[in-house]
């Protein structure tokens, strides 16, 4: 029997005390699924996790065909092992009530829900949170999430005629792509800007009687999210280029300086893989990053590096630096980039 006690803080937890049927085995610091296959007359629920049924006792009202996420807490010294509930799917395993957010690693959460629809689960548990009483570690979790959907999200085919080809591409068409990526689009509303509002990715989709236009309004939605718990702007490129899987701009203005800025590239190609540059501007100063993960595309651009510097000479930069990175720079550093500065 496993009895769940409800404390009086927001989390519940519930001990070990004999499982039905074969036994189960349980790491602490894991995550693991627990689905609720049947409701008892007693109020009692029987549950099957990791391939061994379990009865519990619990005031949280739970439905048959639900799904429990699972954290293995180690309670040493005393070498007993707790059990925190830190999430309820729903019987479509297509919205989730997260609980405690601080005690999930962002790869135990993906494993956790993993053949779920976890873009809806995710979105619809941010929306309906305050994101201002998020802490920073908080924040910088979800994140991770929100970029690992995004990630492995694509746009309709029937709508690939709304992006701009590369080959037309242009400073300033590049500059219209980004502001009409419809991360904007609220705000164009807002200030009444209605000659700019018809070119909006956003409002083109709202305006589509495609049958894609829920995914389309996700996916924007999915970076203006991200772009609110970053802090930053964080925006896709819609541009055709058969070559491209995929590729994104986060670009952040540093809330303790007048002159901090930083932009993130990410690319990702069919034949050359992943190419990611890192601009940061401090002031005057200009430093500039590149990891790329093809060889001769890399040596190309390292050879190209003298003439990049000599181009942004002109913007009058005191000091500009060039760097190709060796490994692929983590996203968590990016995210939460606040221009904190180390001179050796």
């Not at 718990?229 to 541009?239: H, K, R, S």
């Not at 390292?302 to 060039?322: C, E, P, R």
């Amino acid at each position: 029997m496993i009895n769940f006690k409800p404390l009086i803080s927001n989390y519940e937890f519930f001990q070990i005390v004999k499982p039905l049927g074969k036994s189960i085995h349980l790491k602490a610091g894991e995550t693991v699924k627990a689905e609720v296959i049947d409701i008892l007359p007693t109020g009692g629920v029987v549950l099957r996790m990791k391939g061994g049924l379990l009865t519990v006792e619990t005031d949280i009202p739970l439905q048959k065909d639900t799904t429990l996420l699972l954290k293995i807490l180690d309670t040493s010294p005393q070498h007993r092992l707790k059990i925190q509930v830190v999430g309820i799917l729903d019987k479509n395993n297509t919205a989730v009530q997260l609980l405690n957010l601080q005690q999930l690693k962002v790869d135990e959460l993906i494993s956790a829900l993993k053949n779920t629809d976890t873009e809806n689960i995710l979105l619809s548990q941010i929306f309906s949170m305050s994101t201002s009483s998020l802490t920073e570690k908080e924040r910088s979790m979800l994140s991770q999430l929100l970029i690992s959907i995004i990630k492995n999200s694509s746009f309709p085919h029937n709508i690939k005629h709304l992006f701009t080809n590369l080959q037309s591409l242009e400073p300033s068409r590049f500059q219209h792509i980004i502001l009409n990526s419809g991360v904007f689009y609220e705000n164009k509303v807002k200030n009444r800007k209605f000659e700019q509002i018809k070119n909006d990715f956003k409002y083109i989709a709202f305006s589509t009687l495609s049958e894609e236009r829920e995914k389309i309004i996700k996916t924007i939605d999915s970076y203006q999210l991200l772009s609110k718990l970053t802090g930053g702007v964080f925006t896709f490129i819609p541009l055709m280029w058969d070559e491209m899987k995929r590729g994104d701009i986060f670009f952040k203005k540093s809330k303790k300086g007048k002159n901090l800025y930083f932009c993130r590239i990410d690319l990702e190609l069919k034949n050359l893989g992943r190419i990611v540059s890192g601009i940061f501007m401090f002031g005057k100063e200009l430093h500039i990053n590149f990891y790329i993960e093809d060889e001769n595309l890399r040596e190309i651009i390292q050879k190209s590096a003298d003439t990049l510097m000599q181009n942004l000479k002109k913007y009058n930069f005191s000091h500009i630096y060039i760097k190709m990175l060796k490994t692929l720079p983590e996203e968590k550093k990016f995210i939460d980039e606040d221009f904190l500065r180390l001179k050796v």
